[in-house]
C-alpha cells in the first residue's frame, strides 16, 4: 500500500470538523500525536474517556481492525489516540455529542435483552456475545449518516480508529512499508517510457 492509497482512506477521517482539512496536514498532525503517545512510556493517562467508554472505545476500534498478521488497533494505542484527539481537538460541543453517543451505544446494547449464560441481561456493548456486537454496528453504520446519537459516535469512532491506525509508526513502517529516510539518488532505477 502506497502513501497515496493511505491518503484516499484517511479521506473520510478528514470530514471530521476537528481535523485539519489538507491530507498532509491530517498526517502530520496523527503522527505527531503518536510519537506524545509512544513519548508517554507505557500507560497513557486519559483525559476525556473514562474506564468505562475507554473499554467501550477499545472494544470497537479492536473490531473495527482486529489484530491478525498485522497489529490491531488497540497494539498500536488507537484508543489512547482517540482520547488525545477528543481532549485537545475536538469542540466541547463535538466531545459531548461523542460522549452521549457512546453511552447510547451501550443503551443500545442493554435494549437488546441478550441473556447471557449467567442469565443476566448484558448491560453494556462489551458484555455482549461477539455476534449481538456485530449485529449491532453492522445497524449503526447503516445509519452512519445520522447527525445524532449511537450513529454519530460509531461514524466517528470508525473514522478517529482509521486515522489513528494508518497515522502510527508501526502500520507506516510494517504494514504500509513507508520509508521514513531518503536514502539517496538510485539512478539505476530501470524506465519505462509511457506509450
Excluded: C
Aim: hydrophobic share 50%; glycine share 6%.
Amino acid at each position: 500500500m502506497e502513501r497515496r492509497q493511505v491518503v484516499r482512506f484517511l479521506g473520510a477521517a478528514l470530514a471530521l470538523p476537528f481535523l485539519p482539512r489538507s491530507a498532509a496536514a491530517a498526517i502530520e498532525l496523527g503522527e505527531q500525536l503518536h510519537l506524545r503517545i509512544d513519548d508517554a512510556k507505557g500507560d497513557v493517562a486519559f483525559r476525556t474517556l473514562n474506564a468505562a467508554q475507554q473499554a467501550l472505545v477499545t472494544e470497537i476500534a479492536e473490531m473495527i481492525i482486529p489484530e491478525s498478521d498485522t497489529p490491531g488497533a488497540k497494539s498500536v494505542k488507537v484508543p489512547e489516540f482517540i482520547d488525545l484527539i477528543l481532549s485537545e481537538w475536538a469542540s466541547d460541543k463535538e466531545k459531548a455529542m461523542f460522549l452521549a453517543g457512546l453511552g447510547d451505544i451501550d443503551a443500545k446494547a442493554a435494549a437488546l435483552g441478550v441473556q447471557q449464560q449467567s442469565g443476566t441481561a448484558a448491560a453494556r456493548f462489551v458484555d455482549l456475545p461477539a455476534a449481538r456486537k456485530t449485529e449491532l454496528l453492522t445497524a449503526l453504520d447503516a445509519e452512519r449518516a445520522s447527525k445524532t446519537g449511537a450513529a454519530l459516535a460509531f461514524a466517528r469512532l470508525k473514522h478517529l480508529t482509521v486515522y489513528g491506525y494508518f497515522t502510527s509508526k508501526p502500520v507506516q513502517v510494517n504494514v504500509l512499508n513507508t520509508r521514513m529516510f531518503f536514502d539517496g539518488y538510485h539512478g539505476d532505477v530501470p524506465f519505462t517510457p509511457a506509450v
